[in-house]
């Protein structure tokens, strides 16, 4: 038996891979912790610059590290008609997801959040956050 040629391995010795997270395209994270709030609805919620309206819940997910970076999915839920667009931002050390829902989701998304498959994607203009109990669902092409 002879050894293969490294070309015919896959391997593409001409552009090595770095191993960075690619945010322009989205990143998709295994959730591992989560916490969350039930909120009266009466007053906003701020979590940092995160701020929800007339707040009735709010998830935060700690997901695993890409790269240097701690990810996180942080879903506010209200009864207002006005919902902000997802976000997406980039800190030294995090990478955080935004998404604000109506109230009538939070229970649904609670129990999403708290499978044990549960996954989250982040990145891009925010846009494409989402949460799914199945990784593949994430990685499917908008």
């Not at 997270?21 to 906003?44: N, Q, T």
């Not at 997406?88 to 050390?93: I, K, M, P, T, V």
Request: glycine letters at 8%.
């Amino acid at each position: 038996m002879t050894a293969l040629e490294p070309a015919s391995r896959g391997i593409n010795l001409s552009k090595p891979h770095t191993f960075l997270p690619e945010w322009e395209h989205y990143v998709v994270s295994k959730v591992k912790h989560v916490r969350a709030a039930m909120l009266s609805g009466l007053d906003p919620f701020q979590d940092d610059s995160f701020v929800v309206p007339y707040a009735t819940g709010f998830l935060e997910l700690t997901g695993m590290r890409a790269g240097a970076h701690k990810t996180l999915l942080k879903i506010g839920f209200t009864d207002s008609l006005d919902l902000p667009p997802p976000t997406f931002r980039l800190f030294d050390n995090e990478a955080v997801g935004t998404l604000i829902m109506s109230s009538h989701c939070f229970a649904p998304a609670l129990q999403f959040a708290n499978s044990a498959m549960a996954h989250f994607r982040i990145g891009g203009d925010g846009r494409r956050n989402a949460l799914a109990t199945d990784m593949a669902l994430l990685n499917t092409p908008a």
